[in-house]
């Protein structure tokens, strides 16, 4: 898909635009009443349209409030800067202070937990997130700093590693007897380890713990899609190859959307 810039009649593509997958154009209603399997051609650009989505929702000056940013989602910046279209006022916030965002990418930028920032109360139209919950140590105390910052009827959309896929199940069990760091760096290499990686927490990434902190922080039923692309098929180098195609064959016989590995989630400020 190409828009037109009016100044230069030059077409300008769109960084969010996916296609070649019978999915790609769906909206957030119609991921969640579908099984998206290998539906869509990508699942971090998918993420990123779905943010700018929901931002297009409002009518009115859009607020909105990028929560762990780090140098764009997925580290693709251009995403980001898609992101940027539907939105008039953008926020961002990033724990790691050695990581920065390009200069200009939004109006008011800080590093700091989002429990710990510096931020408007009942003032965010949208706020959102890729990659960060998992890494949530304490749910309550981060579910109520999205709510402080939204306004009434705002929305919180965010993407996550599903805990009910069997490559969270693994991560948590490595976790649980503390061997996670060492097979992580034996699968993936200790340079990509090192390189972009934080210990993961897994204490909001399922939909029913989602579901009960939303309603104990002041949020509507949340909305949950299901999807997965690839898999996680860079954690099966060689020989353990032959699994990774075993269990893909498993999800397109036995369709269950809730065992998918990415889980996007938005829920609704109540009060709105």
Not at 35 to 60: I, K, P
Not at 175 to 189: I, N, Q, S
Not at 234 to 252: D, E, S, V
Request: with cysteine.
């Amino acid at each position: 898909m190409t828009t037109t810039d009016a100044s230069s009649a030059e077409p300008v593509s769109d960084p969010l635009a996916l296609s070649g997958k019978p999915h790609d154009a769906y909206t957030f209603e119609q991921l969640a009443d579908a099984y998206n399997f290998q539906t869509n051609t990508g699942w971090v650009g998918l993420s990123a349209r779905l943010f700018r989505d929901e931002c297009m929702r409002h009518d009115r000056p859009r607020k909105v409030l990028d929560i762990g940013c780090g140098k764009g989602i997925g580290l693709r910046p251009e995403l980001t800067a898609g992101v940027r279209q539907g939105v008039d006022e953008f926020w961002g916030i990033e724990p790691d202070e050695s990581i920065t965002p390009a200069e200009g990418m939004f109006d008011h930028f800080q590093h700091a937990l989002l429990e710990d920032a510096d931020l408007p109360e009942n003032y965010f139209d949208v706020s959102y997130s890729f990659l960060v919950v998992e890494h949530v140590v304490n749910p309550q105390a981060y579910m109520r700093a999205v709510a402080r910052c939204l306004r009434p009827g705002g929305t919180h959309i965010f993407v996550t590693v599903n805990r009910a896929h069997y490559f969270a199940k693994i991560a948590l069990l490595m976790k649980l007897v503390r061997m996670d760091e060492m097979v992580l760096r034996m699968v993936r290499g200790g340079d990509k380890v090192d390189e972009y990686h934080y210990p993961v927490q897994y204490k909001l990434n399922h939909s029913k713990s989602i579901d009960k902190v939303a309603f104990e922080c002041g949020f509507e039923q949340p909305e949950h899609v299901f999807l997965e692309v690839e898999g996680p098929i860079g954690y099966f180098p060689g020989p353990l190859r032959p699994i990774y195609h075993l269990l893909n064959y498993k999800r397109k016989v036995m369709q269950n959307p809730r065992s998918l590995l990415t889980l996007v989630t938005r829920m609704r400020k109540a009060g709105g």
